[in-house]
């Protein structure tokens, strides 16, 4: 699950970027949706499904 959550997760990432890098077009008027803010969280999101995965296989991330 937490595998199939990042892996969402970073293709949401990817295609966020690939929208938040296009050009902006001055006829279409504004962009409604904030891709870089969305890009920056799912990456966000990949990071902590990984300390996740990686705290699932055993291994100790935090302080104890």
């Not at 199939?4 to 892996?7: E, I, L, S």
């Given at each position: 699950m937490t595998l199939?959550?990042?892996?969402g997760?970073?293709?949401?990432?990817?295609?966020?970027?690939w929208r938040g890098a296009r050009p902006p077009n001055p006829h279409r008027g504004p962009r409604l949706i904030p891709w870089r803010f969305i890009m920056v969280l799912?990456?966000?999101g990949v990071v902590l499904m990984a300390v996740h995965a990686v705290n699932l296989l055993g291994f100790t991330t935090g302080r104890r």
């Open positions: 199939a959550v990042g892996a997760l970073l293709a949401l990432g990817v295609f966020a970027g799912a990456t966000a």
